[in-house]
């Protein structure tokens, strides 16, 4: 039930509301976004796609936050074996 | 609900050979007076073992009838080559399975080779069938070590074929077989009716004179030799999924469609160490691991970041849920050197065009025997087997 | 690739990898349960199981939509394909999956007409291309999925064609994570829960997994650090005494799920009082089935289906696997009578399924496991 992937929107098809042309990684196929009626994604704007159809919006504030937490524990794993290598015990 | 209820009857068949197996192995444990395998830790290591077992048993068909998995070069494939055409034909020549057979004539040393092409649609972003049947049969040839010479070309025409097409593939057939040094020096023509071949099937045959004494073969793969790969995997299959038009999905990939002859003879002049050398086709270039691991039963441990597969052949493959690993080449060739040859062998190829992108992707180990590790980009390991059929899109 | 490649940096992956062992209690063990088919396919996919401490084992749940679909309702599709003038369209997933006579890739090779769509909306473009053919679409999958068929049901009302039908085995996934939780023989201490069924019915609805039974629940994203993360977030849970439900995934997975595509559903599908899952027995309004309003479109009314039940075989130690009681290799059919070539049961059938996965993937964790605490 899982296999969504992140694609860029680029343009709107003329005459189709319902459809959005999307890029991922350099490809590009045209998907529906019926489903986001309620708040449709604009160009650049960035879609969880799932069998032909926008499912969400990535939320770039939320994605930048998850990053940030990873940054924060790689920061925090990098300080802590810095400090192991420094300390002696003897 | 419904009233009537039914068992599969594969499944009590399917259970019946097993029940009947364990007997045996139960006879077998009682006999050498083994102690019955206890819970916990032992079964597990039990159990793949006798998986194990069952993988390196006799190839057999189970299926009544063929089907698409027959033909997409993976497990099915195999079985089928081994349980029915190997099993009636056997002889020493045909053993090794290799892409082209290794004969000696007179004084000569011969490679003969021979491939069918039914690839649809017939025309696709970087060539036709008419490319992919001289440069695919010219590269079982140059990987086999020889010198591609002549090809013969039948071909089985569908009623109502455009004799324009015919033209267009021949004469991507003319201009391939000048680029690989080879001639057409005999042929077929066969028409069947409308709705048969697909518009055009081509058959062909190829021979190659070898020059050298090396004695290549996947099963002379080593501890420590290298693995290497020409340039960037998938580009072929993904075109050919894509230029069928059903997935809408638009993308800048081409066909690597090439001839591989003048890359293998600079491989073979820079360094003695080749041991092996293959065309990644259907199957990819898990399939091709697969073969190095089975034929000379050694492991191979590649690297998922080391492995070159282009932007868009990675976006479609994501998109469709399929595995770049397991999606056919037409111009890329898989090499096992020995290491201490990786560097010029790596040199040797990027010096040509075609070999620009080529990588070291892993290399042989002496464990576990038989199978193929990748190591993934997150830095977990798995097992890369050998496909049942197609790589089948998935949504789940 | 964007939102993909920052989330699979082997980096911060050890980082949390330490931080997850930290958190174990010495000589505690730890089950948690991975609901969704997706993250299992992840998990060994990146070789994740490497980055958890032995403490830690992570048991497959029900989420492959596709391998809890009976025999009985295979044949049933395989039917429907073969009546006169029928296109069956399927996913890729499905083609593989054996009922009692075999799969819809043995049928093709007898010469039904089966084709592979990666959407819906391709049956659509197959069923207005083929106006003297009848086209169905085997509609299957949890709420992620359920959407995107509501809406090409829509559109085919739309658009008024009459060849087009779905034969409809969406299953929800709240009643299967519920009968996990009501076994006797259950021992798990929390749940990743599904990242995309949850971008569509919201995280509120596992409420009661914390209310109720005591379980933390953390909503996880696809990506490897994704699940690690998730894992993380669960032990942290389970440190603090805490039992409640987080969104990992919030980049993608709104608190109150999709309403346009639960509006969808609604109007184009409504719950059957019960289904049968392979492996799990009967669960009550486990199952979606197209309502009144659009019968035109139930490929189950416009065509007589067999309906016949295959029970599941009894050697079959699915339930057990599903529930995470057994491990694969504990069952005891697994790898010889029941492989990934010739699939038994529901958790051999898909590239997901528990069985299959460890089968393909994880042959040698034992190994590499037994190495580790030798050097």
Redesign the interface.
Known sequence: MCLGIPGEVIEFLPDQPDLARVNVSGVRRVINIGLLSDDPPQPGEWVLIHVGFALSKIDENEAAAALEFLEGIGQAYDDELAALAESRIE | MTADQQSAGWVQEALRIHEQAQAEESATHERRGSPQPAAGTVREDLVLERIDRARRSRPRVKEERITMSHGAGGKATQTLIEAIFLNEFRNPLLEPLEDAARLRIGGARIALTTDSYVVSPLFFPGGDIGDLAVNGTVNDLATSGAVPRFLSAGFILEEGFPVEALNRIVASMRAAAGAAGVQVVTGDTKVVERGKADGCYINTAGVGVIEHDLDLGVAKARPGDAVIVSGPIGDHGVTIMLARGELDIEADVTSDTAPLGGLVAGLLAATPGVRALRDATRGGVATILNEIAKAANVGVLVSENDIPVRDEVRGAAELLGIDPMYVACEGRLVAVVDGAAAGDALAALRAQPLGEQAAVIGQITADPPGIVQLKTAFGGTRIVDLLVGDPLPRIC | ????D???????????S??ITALCEPGRQYKLMEV????T?TI????????LPEQITLVHGP????CVIP??RVDDAMALAAEPDVIMTS???M??V?????SF??A???GTDIR???????SLKIARKNPDKRVVFMAI?????A??TA?TVLRAAAEGLTNFSIFCNHVT?IPAIKAILDSPDLRLDGFLG????S??IGCRPYEFIARDYGKPVVVAG?E???IL?SIYMLMLQLAEGRSEIEN?Y?????WDG????LK?IGQTMELRPYFEWRGLGFISHSALKVAEPYAQFDAERLFSVP?????D?K?CQCGEVLKGVL?P??CK??????????P?GTCMV???GACAAY??????T???VKEASRS
């Open positions: 690739m964007r939102f993909v920052e989330f699979r940096d082997a980096d911060k992956a050890h980082a949390l330490a931080k969704c088919g997706g993250h396919h060994y996919k990146h070789g994740l199981e490497d980055y989420g492959c939509p596709v025999m009985g996913f890729g997933d083609m593989r054996p009922g009692s006579k075999g890739f043995d093709k090779a007898h592979m769509v990666y959407s819906p909306l391709d999958g949890f709420e992620t999925t959407p995107s809406m996934i599904p990242g995309h069924v971008t569509v696809f490897p650090l994704d993360q990992q919030s980049r993608v997975v709104p999709n309403l346009v595509a969808a309906g016949v039940r295959v029970a075989p050697a491990k290799w504990e059919v697994f790898g010889t009578a029941c492989t990934p070539e010739t038994i898909s590239p997901e089968y393909n993937y994880g042959r040698l034992r190994q590499r």
